[in-house]
């Protein structure tokens, strides 16, 4: 090496050794750049058995001194915070006004208007490669204080190591990838798959997602990588349509990485609009999470349907005062109304593990007026009403067990029983632990009969109203004076439909909203 080459790999090497590097022999300078380590992302990477195997021999001072710094560095990557939404957020300038139409996100994604910051030396290194810098700008001295740009070049430059570990797909899929999914809990994005796995991911999405999750929102960011290879797709939520909204991008080389960091940054903008229109109902279960419900019981939600498994059934059952048998009949008698929970497969038992899989999914009641109110309570009185007409209890009617659902047009409001897992007979023998929530005003007679789940009904009805979100609902009289019939156990279901207050009008032809 010619001595201005020594000096300029001297520099380099100053901003991983420090003062170390200005006294350094130039034979050690020299050993390290015929090796490639002259850059502080090669220092990382280096392997320090091959310095130890190298033709030119390496001073053991040296080698510890690198094995020091590497020691040093696996340390500060665990107890460092995760600066990647951050650095997202100050790289975006401004959110989209509105939801780009699938047909427009292509453009929206290589919208170059919010051009990524690197430092000059990457700009420059991007110039010589074709259409590269067109989506990149030097940054400002501000901008790089904060390291946006310098965390961005590392990306771009970055190369791949020798083994099983590449660098570049580390630097793809954890440092831009996974930041995405930070900017919400209640959006699963972006869906990661397989480029040969598009046919499966149709075949596991087979049905509309949830509007508990997404509400009215027409699609969500999936992406496909293998290999070196990215593309991105629109996966409509109401149909199981892909569609491609980037070409493949190849982050092997130069352009592709400044592309797809140019991407992701739009895709967070993108994002973070997405996060606007979601519902504002609280509690849905996150998607493909199973989740402990205590005794053996376990539910999971996935894309629109929930699947609940409850492990050494037949004690769960009797625990419970009721049967297999008994359930089936609860859920048989519910396709009869669409106010309580539905059962799309089962329920069935087998090798006493009880699994039900039901639909739609719902989320907790969240009323803010007497019309709420009374909403709630006219559809509940027709899903027990169901119920009643076969004989059955459902004997759990509790708030949790109440839920909140968008009708088929996304504009209505709907409310449903759901866990029928406690219907019963009327009459039926007792569990041998009473349910949460009874009292001893529940029972008639010292029996479990549909008055009582009226009396529970108006229980849960009045936890509501003292319960809301934004502040208590206050009844009127007229309210109060129909609670007081629902609690009294002297009326039916069938019969409280017809007081005026609830305003059911499904005897005049008209369908339950």
Known sequence: MTPEQIEIARKSLEEVFGDTAKVMSAEAVEILAANYCVTYQDFVDIKLKTLEE?????????????????????????????????ILRKLVVEVPSSLPPIDQLKGFLSDVNQRIPVTQRVYQKLSLVQNANSVVRICSEQEDADIVATFVSRIIESIHTTGAEELTAYAVTKMLFDLLAQITEKIEAPLKLGLEALEDLK??????????????????????AAGKMVQFYARRTQTVQLDPISD?????????????VHLVANLYRLLLKMKQTLPDGSGPLRMFQKVDRGNGTFVEAGTSSGTKTICDASSFFKKAGTTLQHVKAAYKA???????VQAAEGPEMSKDVYRVVVTPLGSEVDVRDEEGIQRLVHHLLHGLEKLHSASLCHRDVRKPNAVEYLGSTGSSTRYMLIDLESAAPSGASLPPVEYEGWQDETLVDGKYVPESDLFQLAKMVQDVARTAKERPVNL???????????????RSASSLLQEEWVGCKCGQGLSVE
């Open 54 to 86: 190298s033709p030119n021999p390496v001073p053991d001072a040296l080698l510890q001194r690198i094995a020091g710094f590497k020691d040093e560095r696996a340390k500060k990557r665990k107890v460092d915070a995760d600066m990647s939404a951050s």
């Open 203 to 224: 075949a596991k999405f087979n049905e509309p997602f949830s509007r508990v999750h997404y509400g009215v929102l027409p699609y969500i960011i999936a992406y496909a």
């Open 248 to 260: 493949v991008i190849h982050y092997d080389t130069l352009e592709g990485r400044a592309m797809l």
């Open 334 to 340: 519910a396709k009869a109304t669409r106010h309580l």
């Open 476 to 490: 009127s009289e007229e309210a109060r004076a129909f609670l007081m019939e629902l609690s009294g156990k002297k």
